[in-house]
């Protein structure tokens, strides 16, 4: 059985972000029906509705005919959860807005997804995904800035404009100036695990409170969270460790193309074994890697743009000496993060991926048997089901109306609450982290928002990785204990820790956890009511084992191959604004969500397992393949990287601006060939940006510019501030930090903000003074190294 077994969904939305999160309901058991309008969907020929609508019911209703309006209202009555992606305004027209439904069904969780938030100034802008990335700045972040984000946001020039030699083919995206349009829909892909997160909160908020709520999210926040990474502005910037090279669009990434004319993706690059292994005549996957203070290896800050400057040329020459396959196969022996940058068809044909169930194959009534994204998190105790095909548009109206018509006639029962009425949904819950890296510590961030108290168990040598930007965006709400875990008196304080846990979250090799005594199978034993999620690179067979991360999960699920046009002759792309990581963090924050919920009714704590593989096979889940490997028809990328038609695309102005369109209903881009006739890009080049937005807008034609400037003003917007969108904290070491806050909201249980990025070792005194040790105990623990207080930071050293 499914964790949401006996919950009923009714899905009003369209695009991707509602029809995704509805899908990830009926995955877990949730009765989805597709409320389908008259008019036909906005976007009727998306091969991406093959996945999203699989097992959902489909029934047409006109909500403007009383009648039609009478046997939805039906339906809400006995619903859980209703899902709506309409325009700001509509619904209340309509009759069917939150105020009026909650009136029939106070238990309703009632998301909506809009294009830029309700009440904001932009709350009546077309909300197409390409529009959002235009205006938001994401276009620009896709290979991000010479000067790197960190720079860019606190307004500091590029420090190696100068000094650096960087051949234009090392850098990543078309070799052009300017934003890059992508094939991954990144605002609606992000505003998906929004809601997602926001209504399997929602939903265990409700076993305790009896109420139900609202979930807003928007595309607008989508983007945002998608740039967590890259919009932090620090006060000092500069301080020790806090820049890297990783996000400067200079930097090459570790892609390299092989003899076979294929790619693969060495994240990070690691030269001594790419120049030991390729040193003879056929490749060493065994080279010497155990050089001390390797000078072959490169660091994090970003002077290190000089070291790869020189590596580049030498290493890009040895690659291309051998096939992808060789270098796959030794990098799998040498336990390198590497894999090959394939295409989305040959990922959902991967036998591996489909052994695991990540990837599964449906026997859709028009197109045949088709491989399309599979089960992306599961729980022990429900581990998830695709319950069939998408159905014909309205197959099942006259049954659904028929039910509906045995239902009881809506009528208010409740008097409507106005504002929160309960503390955040995860207060009184208690969570570690022994996460790693991002993936395992954003999710917790994630749970620290709702309300759970986060203890991030720390080494004492970790001070050097939590002083950079990208730890800063993982960990902040959380306490931090530092622990020599090698040490029996650590591994004991641990297993006290342990005894007060509600949840364990980790991404660690299970292999790790097991040597360690922290694997499921053995704390199950003793905390039975235990909820341990675990979050993996891969998919559970040969490459489980193996080290992940979310640029070898994007190249790996294909995200990389389409983003760059890589079928038209570009370079694989790692979008700067990835979900992997972050994806990853989402999926284990609901499952988590679920299994306490879950334990709420059984009193059972369970297991909890996702992965990268698996956000990264959600974000191309807009396609699909025939089990033999080829294609079905979909828009693909042109090698400039402007766009998937000429009806949806960026182009360039005399200015040197660039206008996005989204001619999306006929009337829209009969309207567009109207105004710029058979050559289109020699018709943007003759006029400037703001000259065309105006004729475009006057013609009906929805575009934006996108703007390069958009997100340094982000930090600056009042409203954005008051509804926690971004967030700010003082930080002992780079001053005031600001950062992206909450992508979604609670009406009843609001987020909370629990304090900025941790400091390593800060907390472990009081939470040992909390489990009973005396002040004489704790000192002489940190003088024997057992513990850190506070932990000074060792200078950087280099990473693999």
């Given at each position: 059985?499914?964790?949401?077994?006996?919950?009923k969904?009714?899905?009003?939305?369209?695009?991707?972000?509602g029809p995704?999160?509805a899908?990830?309901?009926?995955?877990?058991?949730a009765?989805?029906?597709?409320?389908?309008?008259?008019?036909?969907?906005?976007?009727?020929?998306?091969?991406?509705?093959?996945?999203?609508?699989?097992?959902?019911?489909?029934?047409?209703?006109?909500?403007?005919?009383?009648?039609?309006?009478?046997?939805?209202?039906?339906?809400?009555?006995?619903?859980?959860?209703?899902?709506?992606?309409?325009?700001?305004?509509?619904?209340a027209?309509?009759?069917?807005?939150?105020?009026?439904?909650?009136q029939?069904?106070?238990?309703?969780?009632?998301?909506?997804?809009?294009?830029?938030?309700?009440?904001?100034?932009?709350?009546?802008?077309?909300?197409?995904?390409a529009?959002?990335?235009?205006?938001?700045?994401?276009?620009?972040?896709?290979?991000?800035?010479p000067?790197?984000?960190v720079?860019?946001?606190?307004?500091?020039?590029?420090?190696?404009?100068?000094?650096?030699?960087?051949?234009?083919?090392?850098?990543?995206?078309?070799?052009?100036?300017?934003?890059?349009?992508?094939?991954?829909?990144?605002?609606?892909?992000?505003?998906?695990?929004?809601?997602?997160?926001?209504?399997?909160?929602?939903?265990?908020?409700?076993?305790?409170?009896?109420?139900?709520?609202r979930?807003?999210?928007?595309?607008?926040?989508?983007?945002?969270?998608?740039?967590?990474?890259?919009?932090q502005?620090?006060?000092?910037p500069?301080?020790?460790?806090?820049?890297?090279?990783?996000?400067?669009?200079?930097?090459?990434?570790?892609?390299?193309?092989?003899?076979?004319?294929?790619?693969?993706?060495?994240w990070?690059?690691?030269?001594?074994?790419?120049l030991?292994?390729?040193?003879?005549?056929?490749?060493?996957?065994t080279?010497?890697?155990?050089?001390?203070?390797?000078?072959?290896?490169?660091?994090?800050?970003?002077?290190?743009?000089?070291?790869?400057a020189?590596?580049?040329?030498?290493?890009?020459?040895a690659?291309?000496?051998?096939?992808?396959?060789?270098?796959?196969?030794a990098?799998?022996?040498?336990?390198?993060?590497?894999?090959?940058?394939?295409?989305?068809?040959?990922?959902?044909?991967?036998?591996?991926?489909?052994?695991?169930?990540c990837?599964?194959?449906?026997?859709?009534p028009?197109?045949?048997p088709?491989?399309?994204?599979?089960?992306t998190?599961?729980?022990?105790?429900?581990?998830?089901?695709?319950s069939?095909?998408?159905?014909?548009?309205?197959?099942?109206t006259?049954?659904?109306?028929?039910?509906?018509?045995?239902?009881?006639?809506?009528?208010?029962?409740?008097?409507?609450?106005?504002?929160?009425?309960?503390?955040?949904?995860?207060?009184?819950?208690?969570?570690?982290?022994?996460?790693?890296?991002?993936?395992?510590?954003?999710?917790?961030?994630?749970?620290?928002?709702?309300?759970?108290?986060?203890?991030?168990?720390?080494?004492?040598?970790?001070?050097?990785?939590h002083?950079?930007h990208?730890?800063?965006?993982?960990?902040?709400?959380?306490?931090?204990?530092?622990?020599?875990?090698?040490?029996?008196?650590?591994?004991?304080?641990?297993?006290?820790?342990?005894?007060?846990?509600?949840?364990?979250?980790?991404n660690m090799?299970?292999?790790?956890?097991?040597?360690?005594?922290?694997?499921?199978?053995?704390?199950?034993?003793?905390?039975?009511?235990?909820?341990?999620?675990?979050?993996?690179?891969?998919?559970?067979?040969?490459?489980?084992?193996?080290?992940?991360?979310?640029?070898?999960?994007?190249?790996?699920?294909?995200?990389?191959?389409?983003?760059?046009?890589?079928?038209?002759?570009?370079?694989?792309?790692w979008?700067?604004t990835?979900?992997?990581?972050?994806g990853?963090?989402?999926l284990?924050?609901v499952?988590?969500?679920?299994?306490?919920?879950?334990?709420?009714?059984?009193?059972?704590?369970?297991?909890?397992?996702?992965?990268?593989?698996?956000?990264?096979?959600?974000?191309?889940?807009y396609?699909?393949?025939?089990?033999?490997?080829?294609?079905?028809?979909?828009?693909t990328?042109?090698?400039?990287?402007?766009?998937?038609?000429?009806?949806?695309?960026?182009?360039?102005?005399?200015?040197?601006?660039w206008v996005?369109?989204?001619?999306?209903?006929?009337?829209?881009?009969?309207?567009?060939?109207?105004?710029?006739?058979?050559?289109?890009?020699?018709?943007?080049?003759?006029?400037?940006?703001?000259?065309w937005?105006?004729?475009?807008?006057?013609?009906?034609?929805?575009?934006e510019?996108?703007?390069?400037?958009?997100?340094?003003?982000?930090?600056?917007?009042?409203?954005?501030?008051?509804?926690?969108?971004t967030?700010?904290?003082?930080?002992?070491?780079?001053?005031r930090?600001?950062?992206?806050?909450?992508?979604?909201?609670?009406?009843?249980?609001?987020?909370?903000f629990q304090?900025?990025?941790?400091?390593?070792?800060r907390?472990?005194?009081?939470?040992?003074?909390?489990l009973?040790?005396?002040?004489?105990?704790?000192?002489?623990?940190?003088?024997?190294?057992?513990?850190?207080?506070?932990t000074?930071?060792?200078?950087e050293?280099?990473?693999?």
């Amino acid at each position: 059985m499914g964790t949401l077994d006996g919950l009923k969904v009714l899905d009003l939305s369209w695009g991707v972000s509602g029809p995704m999160a509805a899908m990830l309901l009926g995955d877990h058991g949730a009765e989805v029906t597709r409320i389908e309008r008259p008019g036909g969907d906005p976007f009727p020929n998306l091969l991406g509705y093959k996945v999203w609508h699989r097992g959902k019911k489909s029934a047409e209703f006109d909500l403007k005919n009383s009648a039609d309006l009478d046997l939805f209202l039906r339906l809400v009555v006995e619903a859980d959860i209703l899902i709506e992606s309409f325009s700001p305004g509509v619904t209340a027209r309509l009759g069917i807005d939150y105020a009026s439904l909650r009136q029939i069904n106070p238990r309703l969780i009632y998301c909506s997804i809009t294009g830029y938030g309700a009440g904001t100034e932009d709350q009546d802008l077309p909300g197409y995904d390409a529009l959002v990335a235009a205006r938001s700045g994401l276009q620009y972040e896709q290979r991000g800035w010479p000067e790197s984000a960190v720079q860019r946001m606190s307004g500091l020039p590029n420090e190696f404009a100068e000094t650096a030699d960087i051949d234009p083919d090392w850098v990543q995206g078309a070799n052009r100036d300017g934003p890059l349009f992508v094939a991954s829909p990144w605002p609606s892909l992000g505003a998906f695990y929004a809601a997602s997160t926001g209504i399997a909160a929602a939903l265990f908020a409700r076993q305790k409170t009896g109420r139900g709520q609202r979930v807003e999210t928007s595309l607008k926040q989508g983007a945002m969270i998608c740039s967590a990474g890259v919009w932090q502005k620090a006060e000092q910037p500069d301080a020790p460790g806090f820049n890297t090279w990783i996000l400067g669009a200079q930097s090459p990434k570790g892609h390299f193309q092989c003899s076979d004319g294929r790619w693969v993706h060495n994240w990070v690059p690691n030269p001594r074994f790419i120049l030991q292994a390729s040193a003879g005549d056929s490749l060493n996957a065994t080279p010497d890697l155990t050089v001390q203070n390797d000078p072959d290896r490169f660091g994090i800050g970003p002077e290190e743009l000089l070291v790869m400057a020189h590596y580049q040329p030498l290493l890009a020459d040895a690659v291309r000496r051998f096939t992808a396959a060789e270098w796959v196969e030794a990098a799998r022996v040498a336990g390198m993060t590497m894999q090959e940058c394939r295409p989305i068809e040959e990922a959902l044909t991967d036998p591996l991926l489909l052994d695991d169930g990540c990837v599964t194959t449906v026997e859709d009534p028009e197109l045949g048997p088709i491989n399309q994204v599979g089960i992306t998190y599961r729980l022990s105790n429900s581990p998830g089901q695709v319950s069939g095909p998408a159905h014909a548009r309205g197959a099942d109206t006259a049954a659904v109306k028929a039910y509906a018509t045995a239902l009881p006639k809506a009528a208010a029962v409740a008097a409507a609450n106005d504002g929160p009425t309960a503390d955040a949904p995860l207060k009184g819950i208690r969570v570690l982290d022994l996460g790693l890296a991002i993936a395992g510590p954003f999710s917790c961030q994630l749970l620290s928002d709702l309300g759970a108290e986060v203890i991030k168990i720390n080494t004492l040598w970790d001070g050097y990785w939590h002083r950079t930007h990208i730890a800063y965006m993982a960990n902040r709400g959380k306490r931090s204990a530092a622990l020599m875990l090698k040490h029996p008196k650590a591994r004991a304080i641990l297993q006290e820790l342990i005894a007060t846990a509600d949840v364990i979250q980790h991404n660690m090799r299970y292999d790790a956890a097991t040597r360690l005594g922290l694997d499921y199978e053995t704390l199950s034993k003793e905390f039975p009511r235990l909820i341990y999620c675990h979050s993996r690179g891969f998919e559970k067979g040969p490459r489980m084992g193996l080290p992940g991360n979310d640029q070898t999960g994007a190249a790996l699920a294909g995200i990389q191959h389409a983003d760059g046009a890589v079928a038209a002759g570009g370079k694989p792309l790692w979008s700067l604004t990835s979900l992997g990581d972050t994806g990853n963090g989402f999926l284990a924050t609901v499952g988590i969500l679920n299994a306490l919920m879950d334990r709420e009714k059984t009193g059972r704590g369970q297991f909890v397992d996702t992965s990268i593989i698996n956000a990264c096979l959600l974000t191309t889940s807009y396609a699909a393949a025939r089990p033999d490997g080829s294609a079905l028809d979909r828009p693909t990328l042109d090698k400039n990287q402007t766009g998937l038609s000429r009806h949806y695309r960026l182009y360039q102005t005399s200015d040197n601006g660039w206008v996005q369109v989204a001619a999306i209903t006929p009337a829209q881009q009969a309207a567009f060939d109207g105004l710029v006739g058979s050559d289109a890009e020699a018709a943007f080049a003759g006029l400037s940006a703001g000259q065309w937005l105006e004729r475009l807008a006057m013609a009906g034609v929805p575009a934006e510019l996108s703007d390069p400037r958009a997100s340094l003003g982000l930090f600056d917007n009042a409203l954005y501030r008051s509804r926690g969108w971004t967030t700010h904290s003082q930080d002992p070491y780079v001053g005031r930090i600001d950062q992206i806050g909450h992508c979604y909201s609670l009406s009843e249980t609001p987020l909370t903000f629990q304090g900025g990025p941790l400091i390593v070792g800060r907390d472990t005194a009081a939470l040992l003074a909390e489990l009973g040790y005396s002040d004489t105990e704790i000192s002489e623990m940190a003088a024997q190294n057992v513990i850190g207080c506070d932990t000074p930071v060792p200078a950087e050293p280099a990473i693999a």
